[in-house]
């Protein structure tokens, strides 16, 4: 492909971006197709000539895009969202062009200079105090990974790296049922092991971690012989938005010199609203933190905002300088491969600054505030319609609910059929989760473009397929 070839597809890939998003409220959606029917459609093996640009392209348009479930689409009510705003697809695209290996300061000093201040930035707009410094992780998974490591390591006096984990003592992190599945994927990774990770109950509306309880099972491990090393705070849990009392957990956590990660993943985004900052009340007491400007900041994903308080203890567990990555004459400069799992990395902070400075904080907040706002409104709605009741209450604009025809039927059945009609039916889509071990349907607002009307559209969805099913 010739410089003209390539003015003239990469034309065409923003006409079909346009056109895609102009269309999308057209669109079912999920995506509709069966278990293997795009693998079907695609040869089964390799091209040996070069094809035309022109033929993968309209397969592309033929195949892939009818097979795609669209994230981006107004009534995507599903999981948390991932919105990519018009200003990060630009962004992207831009650092695509460039094709960037951003792993050492050297290897692109705008990268490194510009990921400093945009997190900087971001660090003010969510209220967070300026001992904590930021880093873009690919996802909160590997941030959190990151602090499972820096907890082992400095419970271990940081030996762990040289020496291994055998015969060193048992460590115990602590959290509660309501965090996310990443948590536990953590405790595999860094070699505390599930068993390890220890759960504590949680009690009232917001689910959080009881830290009495908390205390007492770090007593309980210490009087056995174990080693406790961290403690893991929820600030808006998926499934049903549990949060923590962060300034609790983080007292009692330090109180036995314990590490403290706060996973605020979807929610810490709406922090940029300053009337919810009392949902992680405390977080600046925490030793690591992670929000996901790729969910509901409009930033492209991937984009993880990872904020640590001591990054001598992050990099002394993170880092490793081989002569081949040192940067000679410069020994003042960052790295931020040495602040990741990864040591390869993509331009991530551009689109990030773009977004920023395209939709600055006030529109930003008032998208975060016309989500809640319409999420709680849909919530007391269905609250109030015969045979419908809450699961769980909203939490910013999460919440879950249940049908109940009142004719004796099994309700898991039930509503699992309920959930299915309401999805196969294209308009909206919504995912299940379960509170105190019952089937619910879950609901959260944060497409970027989603509008009030797109939210009552919803009411009458979900009401008319419980009809249909009555």
């Given at each position: 492909?010739?410089?003209?070839?390539?003015?003239?597809?990469?034309?065409?890939?923003?006409?079909?971006?346009?056109?895609?998003?102009?269309?999308?409220?057209?669109?079912?959606?999920?995506?509709?197709?069966?278990?293997?029917?795009?693998?079907?459609?695609?040869?089964?093996?390799?091209?040996?000539?070069?094809?035309?640009?022109?033929?993968?392209?309209?397969?592309?348009?033929?195949?892939?895009?009818?097979?795609?479930?669209?994230?981006?689409?107004?009534?995507?009510?599903?999981?948390?969202?991932?919105?990519?705003?018009?200003?990060?697809?630009?962004?992207?695209?831009?650092?695509?062009?460039?094709?960037?290996?951003?792993?050492?300061?050297?290897?692109?000093?705008?990268?490194?200079?510009?990921?400093?201040?945009?997190?900087?930035?971001?660090?003010?707009?969510?209220?967070?105090?300026?001992?904590?410094?930021?880093?873009?992780?690919?996802?909160?998974?590997?941030?959190?990974?990151?602090?499972?490591?820096?907890?082992?390591?400095?419970?271990?006096?940081?030996?762990?790296?040289?020496?291994?984990?055998?015969?060193?003592?048992?460590?115990?992190?602590?959290?509660?049922?309501?965090?996310?599945?990443?948590?536990?994927?953590?405790?595999?990774?860094?070699?505390?092991?599930?068993?390890?990770?220890?759960?504590?109950?949680?009690?009232?509306?917001?689910?959080?971690?009881?830290?009495?309880?908390?205390?007492?099972?770090?007593?309980?491990?210490?009087?056995?012989?174990?080693?406790?090393?961290?403690?893991?705070?929820?600030?808006?849990?998926?499934?049903?938005?549990?949060?923590d009392d962060v300034a609790a957990v983080v007292e009692v956590a330090h109180r036995h010199g314990l590490f403290v990660h706060v996973d605020a993943a979807w929610a810490g985004t709406a922090m940029i609203c300053p009337e919810f900052r009392t949902l992680w009340a405390g977080a600046e007491g925490a030793d690591s933190i992670v929000l996901n400007p790729h969910k509901w900041l409009g930033v492209q994903f991937d984009?993880?905002?990872?904020?640590?308080?001591?990054?001598?203890?992050?990099?002394?567990?993170?880092?490793?300088?081989?002569?081949?990555?040192?940067?000679?004459?410069?020994?003042?400069?960052?790295?931020?491969?040495?602040?990741?799992?990864?040591?390869?990395?993509?331009?991530?902070?551009?689109?990030?600054?773009?977004?920023?400075?395209?939709?600055?904080?006030?529109?930003?907040?008032?998208?975060?505030?016309?989500?809640?706002?319409?999420?709680?409104d849909l919530a007391a709605r269905l609250a109030a319609e015969p045979g419908f009741a809450l699961a769980s209450e909203p939490v910013l604009s999460l919440f879950s609910f249940r049908h109940d025809p009142g004719d004796g039927r099994d309700l898991e059945?039930?509503?699992?059929?309920?959930?299915?009609?309401?999805?196969?039916?294209?308009?909206?889509?919504?995912?299940?989760?379960?509170?105190?071990?019952?089937?619910?349907?879950?609901?959260?607002?944060?497409?970027?473009?989603?509008?009030?009307?797109?939210?009552?559209?919803?009411?009458?969805?979900?009401?008319?397929?419980?009809?249909?099913?009555?």
């Amino acid at each position: 492909m010739d410089g003209e070839d390539f003015r003239h597809w990469a034309h065409e890939a923003a006409d079909f971006a346009a056109r895609y998003r102009a269309g999308l409220r057209e669109k079912p959606v999920r995506a509709g197709t069966a278990p293997g029917e795009i693998a079907a459609a695609l040869p089964a093996t390799p091209p040996e000539a070069a094809e035309p640009m022109a033929d993968i392209f309209a397969d592309f348009e033929r195949i892939v895009v009818p097979g795609m479930t669209h994230w981006q689409h107004p009534r995507f009510f599903a999981y948390f969202p991932a919105n990519a705003s018009p200003a990060s697809v630009i962004a992207e695209f831009l650092t695509s062009a460039m094709g960037a290996q951003c792993l050492l300061w050297q290897t692109s000093p705008a990268a490194t200079e510009l990921e400093q201040v945009a997190l900087d930035w971001l660090r003010q707009a969510v209220g967070l105090p300026a001992d904590f410094t930021g880093v873009i992780q690919d996802s909160a998974s590997s941030a959190t990974l990151c602090a499972f490591l820096t907890m082992r390591e400095r419970a271990l006096g940081f030996t762990g790296n040289q020496a291994g984990l055998s015969g060193a003592p048992r460590l115990r992190v602590y959290a509660s049922g309501e965090v996310h599945s990443s948590i536990d994927r953590a405790a595999w990774f860094s070699g505390i092991g599930a068993d390890n990770l220890i759960r504590i109950p949680t009690a009232g509306r917001l689910r959080g971690m009881v830290p009495a309880a908390l205390e007492a099972a770090i007593r309980a491990d210490l009087a056995a012989g174990f080693r406790p090393a961290g403690v893991v705070a929820c600030v808006g849990g998926t499934s049903i938005g549990a949060m923590d009392d962060v300034a609790a957990v983080v007292e009692v956590a330090h109180r036995h010199g314990l590490f403290v990660h706060v996973d605020a993943a979807w929610a810490g985004t709406a922090m940029i609203c300053p009337e919810f900052r009392t949902l992680w009340a405390g977080a600046e007491g925490a030793d690591s933190i992670v929000l996901n400007p790729h969910k509901w900041l409009g930033v492209q994903f991937d984009c993880s905002a990872h904020f640590v308080r001591s990054i001598d203890d992050h990099l002394r567990t993170m880092a490793i300088q081989p002569e081949y990555l040192r940067t000679h004459g410069q020994d003042d400069i960052v790295n931020f491969s040495e602040w990741t799992i990864q040591l390869g990395r993509r331009f991530r902070a551009l689109k990030l600054w773009f977004v920023l400075r395209a939709h600055g904080l006030e529109g930003l907040r008032g998208m975060i505030r016309d989500h809640v706002r319409w999420s709680q409104d849909l919530a007391a709605r269905l609250a109030a319609e015969p045979g419908f009741a809450l699961a769980s209450e909203p939490v910013l604009s999460l919440f879950s609910f249940r049908h109940d025809p009142g004719d004796g039927r099994d309700l898991e059945v039930h509503n699992l059929a309920l959930l299915r009609v309401i999805n196969d039916g294209g308009a909206i889509y919504l995912t299940p989760t379960r509170v105190d071990g019952r089937f619910a349907i879950r609901f959260q607002a944060g497409s970027m473009e989603t509008t009030e009307a797109d939210v009552a559209a919803a009411f009458d969805v979900i009401r008319a397929a419980a009809h249909a099913l009555g």
